[in-house]
């Protein structure tokens, strides 16, 4: 079952050390309320959940992974691999993301979504950075289903944009697809979130490099009489 049209009260916190992520961020999100953009290290933000940027496996052994796990300790990939073995049978694919109480009181969630199969990647001709980010306002929906307004604000950093070498503007515009997405619909499945972006975005790579493409939520089927 899906749910149209889910108005969010989400309080979103864009920030990256990456100055051409921040500036492609202010162009992509520009005139979409409730996004604050700023340029800095996400373990300075005060929300209730931070986004990490992982691979299938759950490994926080590089990029903002690894920081996040020095900061909270080793426990928390441990939690974050025992979502995995449980929810996915220990492999998270690309488009679904796991949420876990990171054993802190900032934030007292960690969502991990992966970007990439494997550590360190190259994902920059993919739509992964899409469907990571999309998974991971999702999992605010799945989150917020079983306790309600648990999660009220949320920071996500460049998703790709380092070990997964994606330029700083498309970046920026999978970002921002990813986001509308969570405010028009609400997915209780992965799989036909990842079917619904591959569908519309898989032909992304002849457009533009600075144009933004809003995907199109699933239409609900007619109820009966």
């Given at each position: 079952m899906s749910v149209n049209r889910v108005p969010s009260p989400l309080r979103v916190v864009l920030t990256d050390i990456n100055s051409k992520v921040v500036d492609s961020w202010r162009a992509a999100f520009a005139g979409t309320p409730g996004i604050e953009i700023r340029k800095g290290s996400i373990l300075d933000e005060h929300v209730d959940a931070w986004v990490s940027p992982?691979?299938?496996?759950?490994?926080?052994?590089g990029g903002v992974d690894a920081v996040i796990k020095r900061h909270l300790g080793a426990g928390i990939q441990l939690r974050v691999q025992r979502a995995i073995r449980d929810e996915f049978d220990g492999r998270l694919p690309v488009g679904g993301a796991v949420c876990v109480p990171s054993g802190a009181t900032?934030?007292?969630f960690l969502i991990s979504t992966p970007t990439m199969e494997r550590s360190s990647q190259n994902v920059s001709e993919t739509l992964n950075v899409a469907l990571a980010c999309a998974a991971a306002f999702q999992a605010i929906h799945r989150q917020n289903q079983?306790?309600?307004g648990s999660i009220t604000s949320v920071a996500l950093v460049g998703m790709g944009a380092q070990t997964g070498r994606v330029p700083a503007r498309v970046c920026a515009n999978l970002m921002w697809a990813g986001y509308t997405l969570f405010n028009d619909y609400r997915f209780t499945d992965y799989d036909e979130l990842r079917s619904t972006i591959v569908a519309q975005l898989d032909d992304i790579e002849n457009a533009p490099e600075d144009q933004r493409v809003r995907i199109q939520p699933p239409k609900r089927p007619a109820s009966r009489r």
């Amino acid at each position: 079952m899906s749910v149209n049209r889910v108005p969010s009260p989400l309080r979103v916190v864009l920030t990256d050390i990456n100055s051409k992520v921040v500036d492609s961020w202010r162009a992509a999100f520009a005139g979409t309320p409730g996004i604050e953009i700023r340029k800095g290290s996400i373990l300075d933000e005060h929300v209730d959940a931070w986004v990490s940027p992982t691979n299938s496996r759950g490994r926080m052994d590089g990029g903002v992974d690894a920081v996040i796990k020095r900061h909270l300790g080793a426990g928390i990939q441990l939690r974050v691999q025992r979502a995995i073995r449980d929810e996915f049978d220990g492999r998270l694919p690309v488009g679904g993301a796991v949420c876990v109480p990171s054993g802190a009181t900032n934030p007292r969630f960690l969502i991990s979504t992966p970007t990439m199969e494997r550590s360190s990647q190259n994902v920059s001709e993919t739509l992964n950075v899409a469907l990571a980010c999309a998974a991971a306002f999702q999992a605010i929906h799945r989150q917020n289903q079983d306790a309600p307004g648990s999660i009220t604000s949320v920071a996500l950093v460049g998703m790709g944009a380092q070990t997964g070498r994606v330029p700083a503007r498309v970046c920026a515009n999978l970002m921002w697809a990813g986001y509308t997405l969570f405010n028009d619909y609400r997915f209780t499945d992965y799989d036909e979130l990842r079917s619904t972006i591959v569908a519309q975005l898989d032909d992304i790579e002849n457009a533009p490099e600075d144009q933004r493409v809003r995907i199109q939520p699933p239409k609900r089927p007619a109820s009966r009489r």
